[in-house]
């Protein structure tokens, strides 16, 4: 790992998280990896309607269009990653905010001794409080199209981790535009869903599912982890 200049009040080494590998992000956070084979016994997912469908065959068509060339991490969150948002129903939900390139919190680890910080690509949360937020629903960390997903997965487990203090669990998504990898963090286990392709139809429906109901999710639970704040 390489370490940053920036300063700490901590006397330990201070880490940015893109500088982690995946080995030393688990031993770090004391994160435990667990293969799942799909999402049900974790999300409900619902049919698209026509609607979604058409939207998400929107995204397909366009990035079918520039992926044949590099294509960086601030056009994959253009091009792919804020549509199929906005197809979800994000960017239009009065109770969610959509928060881009948000630092989080230092992480303290190793008993204390090792600081890691960051910077969230998309990070989206209830907000209330004015304006304090305090309950993440999805993390996303993207990277260019030519990066395996794999890549991205040590800094996406320490921005989810940040969370894990407050909520007894987070969604989290890295992509490179064609590739999706979720993943739900919760303390000491972070469980890791099948590789979602946005060029085959059936995986990218599949994709469009999975972000829908991690939204849904939010709203049937809640009030519940609101009141036990």
């Known amino acids: 790992m390489e370490r940053t200049t920036a300063p700490s009040n901590n006397d330990g080494p201070t880490f940015d998280a893109s500088s ?3 080995k030393t992000a688990r031993e770090q ?4 990896q667990q293969i799942e084979d799909d999402f049900s016994n974790f999300l409900t997912l619902s049919s698209l309607t026509q609607a ?3 939207r998400l065959e929107e995204v397909r068509q366009g990035w079918g269009n520039v992926v044949a060339g590099k294509v960086s ?20 939900d009065p109770n969610l ?5 948000k630092r989080i919190e230092e992480i303290t680890v190793d ?3 090792t600081v890691i910080r960051g910077r969230m690509d998309v990070m989206i949360a209830q907000e209330w409080d004015e304006g304090r937020s305090s309950l993440c629903i999805l ?5 260019n199209s030519t990066v395996d997903v794999s890549v991205g997965m040590p800094q996406l487990l320490t921005y989810v981790a940040s969370f894990l203090n407050s909520q007894k669990s987070v969604w989290g998504l890295v992509t490179n ?3 999706y990898q979720f993943v739900l963090v919760q303390p000491g286990l972070y469980r890791e869903f099948p590789l979602l392709n946005l060029m085959r139809p059936k995986e990218a429906e599949e994709m469009l599912k999975v972000a829908i109901a991690i939204r849904k999710d939010f709203h049937e639970n809640h009030t519940e982890t609101q009141d036990k704040k």
């Not at 199929?84 to 129903?89: D, E, Y």
């Open 139 to 143: 993390v996303i960390e993207s990277k």
């Open 111 to 113: 008993d204390g001794d």
């Open 52 to 54: 979604q469908r058409d």
């Open 73 to 92: 991490e601030g056009q994959v969150g253009f091009l792919a990653i804020a549509p199929i948002l906005w197809a979800s129903g994000y960017t239009i």
């Open 97 to 101: 905010t959509v928060n881009i390139e």
């Open 29 to 32: 956070l004391k994160l435990n």
């Open 20 to 22: 982690l590998t995946l």
């Open 177 to 179: 535009g064609s590739i």
